[in-house]
């Protein structure tokens, strides 16, 4: 099933974070450069995961099962949108209804060389 998340990222405690532990997970919390308060739970490694604000991305399933990810949105809907088109697009092709895509809208290396080496056998 298709769904919406927000990009996450690690980054050190900063130094003079206050820590706090709430739910049994631990937690930095500090006002980074621009005054906005900010909370972030601490990882095992002792990391910051973050999340990037106002932005979206969509988490499908391609036609092999194996979960991908769309190019990030303003919007939570819209992000929503393209992983639901996304997996329509994977199921037409695993029921033999579409060819698979392309890689990201990218044509492989692999195929630009298969494709130029047929080029250069007509050619002669």
Do not use: N
């Not at 099933?1 to 974070?17: D, I, K, L």
């Not at 060819?99 to 080029?119: F, I, M, N, T």
């Amino acid at each position: 099933m298709a769904s919406a998340e927000r990009p996450t990222y690690t980054q050190p405690v900063p130094p003079g974070a206050d820590v706090r532990t709430q739910g049994g997970e631990r937690y930095a919390c500090w006002t980074d450069r621009t005054g906005k308060a900010v909370r972030a739970l601490i990882l095992p490694s002792g990391k910051c995961r973050r999340t990037v604000p106002h932005r979206w991305v969509g988490v499908y399933r391609d036609h092999r099962g194996v979960k991908c990810k769309t190019p990030t949105f303003g919007d939570r809907a819209a992000a929503l949108r393209a992983a639901l088109d996304a997996e329509r697009q994977a199921e037409a092709v695993r029921e033999g209804r579409a060819a698979p895509g392309r890689a990201g809208g990218k044509e492989l290396l692999r195929d630009q060389v298969a494709a130029y080496l047929a080029h250069l056998e007509v050619r002669g």
